[in-house]
């Protein structure tokens, strides 16, 4: 709130009595009796109390102040609420902060705070500033209960003070800008920088920064080139609808491991590469490949089925009709029938099977 620092002048020494004075004896007068008044319209307060959901009436965003200077040691049934001065921009004071407040009309109309009093320009979070009174030594035990029936979180004689519900300052790292970068940075390790790439020489390079903790988006705009830079652990796109990507040239995604998900996969296009170093894997129960004017490439039908069951046994029959013939040769060549035996085993399983519709197709 506004407030004024009055200091009075007590030095020297009046005549006592009617005596008569001169002028200068009055002009001496004068100066001894003078007061310097300073008149000062906006004051730093720390922030008591914030809104606390069933705790007080706070709405969130709006505090509970004491001015530091002219409302120090006052109770907290006398205290005033703030408000943002900005509503649609806001920064939630965290309690034992010092802020600037102002008001307008006299003591008790609204009052608005406007930014935190910085006396660490690297510290994020907690600001008290070192030499307001209720830091230098115990000003009172005030009473902790307001006119509407909510306590304070905290005591001016409290030891350890809470700065909200459940607030904890994790002591983020301070981002430092460069020449004209403008920041706005949370409490919570996240920022969002207005900057560019001038301190590495290229003029025109819009570039915003969204860091949050470990994940980052660029969004870099050199010349007429621009670029959608994204760097996490992790990247979930989540839609209820459709997710669409669009590009004049080319879409390229890179890494270990791309898993897809979804009913349907359309890509319409006029050349479409695939290229692995070691191996592509499709798994399917269905597989076409091919056109409506074309021949299939891998054939799983009715027709290809009994065609292959009847080549599968002629083979088999040839096999049994010369192990036959071994068998009534005075001496049977026993290699021959193993080996015959051996594939017809095989044959078997091909054809009881159908192993011969396998989901692999190999082209060399």
Same mark, same amino acid.
């Given at each position: 709130?506004?407030?004024?620092?009055?200091?009075?002048?007590?030095?020297?020494?009046?005549?006592?009595?009617?005596?008569?004075?001169?002028?200068?004896?009055?002009?001496?007068?004068?100066?001894?009796?003078? +007061?310097?008044?300073?008149?000062?319209?906006?004051?730093?307060?720390?922030?008591?109390?914030? $809104?606390?959901?069933?705790?007080?009436?706070?709405?969130?965003? *709006?505090?509970?102040?004491?001015?530091? &200077?002219?409302?120090?040691?006052?109770?907290?049934?006398?205290?005033?609420?703030?408000?943002?001065?900005?509503?649609?921009?806001?920064? &939630?004071?965290?309690?034992?902060?010092?802020?600037?407040?102002?008001?307008?009309?006299?003591?008790?109309?609204?009052?608005?705070?406007?930014?935190?009093?910085? @006396?660490?320009?690297?510290?994020?979070?907690?600001?008290?500033?070192?030499?307001?009174?209720?830091?230098?030594?115990?000003?009172?035990?005030?009473?902790?209960?307001?006119?509407? /029936?909510?306590?304070?979180?905290?005591?001016?004689?409290?030891?350890?003070?809470? *700065?909200?519900?459940?607030?904890?300052?994790?002591?983020?790292?301070?981002?430092? /800008?460069?020449?004209?970068?403008?920041?706005? *940075?949370?409490?919570?390790?996240?920022?969002?920088?207005?900057?560019?790439?001038?301190?590495?020489?290229?003029?025109? +390079?819009?570039?915003?920064?969204?860091?949050? !903790?470990? +994940?980052?988006? @660029?969004?870099?705009?050199?010349?007429?080139?621009?670029?959608? @830079?994204?760097?996490?652990?992790?990247?979930?796109?989540?839609?209820?609808?459709?997710?669409?990507?669009?590009?004049?040239?080319?879409?390229?995604?890179? !890494?270990?491991?791309?898993?897809?998900?979804?009913?349907?996969?359309?890509?319409?296009?006029?050349?479409?590469?695939?290229?692995? +170093?070691? *191996?592509?894997?499709?798994?399917?129960?269905?597989?076409?490949?091919?056109?409506?004017?074309?021949?299939?490439?891998?054939?799983?039908?009715?027709?290809?089925?009994?065609?292959?069951?009847?080549?599968?046994?002629?083979?088999?029959? $040839?096999?049994?009709?010369?192990? !036959?013939?071994?068998?009534?040769?005075?001496?049977?060549?026993?290699?021959?029938?193993?080996?015959?035996?051996?594939?017809?085993?095989?044959?078997?399983?091909?054809?009881?099977?159908?192993?011969?519709?396998?989901?692999?197709?190999?082209?060399?």
């Amino acid at each position: 709130m506004a407030w004024n620092d009055t200091e009075l002048s007590i030095n020297g020494v009046d005549k006592d009595g009617t005596d008569l004075i001169t002028r200068t004896e009055l002009f001496v007068i004068l100066d001894q009796i003078k +007061s310097d008044d300073k008149f000062f319209q906006i004051e730093p307060f720390e922030i008591m109390d914030i $809104a606390r959901s069933g705790k007080n009436s706070l709405i969130p965003g *709006q505090v509970i102040g004491r001015n530091i &200077y002219s409302e120090q040691g006052k109770d907290a049934d006398v205290l005033q609420t703030y408000l943002p001065l900005n509503s649609n921009i806001i920064q &939630y004071p965290i309690v034992g902060e010092i802020w600037f407040g102002l008001h307008y009309g006299n003591e008790i109309t609204k009052r608005y705070y406007l930014s935190r009093v910085p @006396n660490d320009i690297l510290s994020v979070n907690y600001n008290e500033a070192p030499n307001h009174p209720s830091a230098l030594n115990e000003v009172s035990t005030n009473k902790l209960q307001r006119g509407d /029936g909510s306590f304070l979180l905290n005591n001016d004689s409290s030891k350890e003070t809470k *700065q909200g519900t459940y607030f904890k300052d994790i002591s983020p790292r301070k981002e430092i /800008g460069n020449e004209g970068d403008t920041i706005i *940075q949370g409490r919570f390790g996240n920022y969002i920088n207005l900057t560019s790439l001038q301190n590495e020489g290229v003029e025109d +390079s819009s570039l915003i920064r969204i860091e949050n !903790g470990k +994940s980052t988006i @660029n969004l870099l705009s050199v010349n007429e080139d621009n670029l959608v @830079n994204i760097d996490s652990d992790t990247i979930s796109m989540n839609a209820n609808k459709d997710i669409f990507a669009f590009a004049e040239n080319e879409v390229n995604v890179s !890494g270990s491991f791309l898993n897809v998900d979804t009913t349907d996969i359309f890509i319409d296009k006029n050349n479409i590469k695939i290229n692995s +170093s070691e *191996q592509v894997k499709i798994n399917s129960s269905k597989i076409d490949i091919g056109s409506d004017s074309l021949v299939p490439a891998v054939l799983g039908n009715v027709d290809f089925v009994k065609a292959m069951d009847i080549i599968l046994g002629m083979q088999i029959s $040839a096999n049994q009709a010369e192990i !036959g013939v071994q068998l009534a040769r005075p001496v049977p060549n026993t290699i021959k029938i193993a080996e015959l035996t051996e594939e017809n085993v095989e044959l078997n399983k091909i054809k009881s099977g159908k192993t011969y519709l396998s989901k692999k197709v190999n082209v060399e």
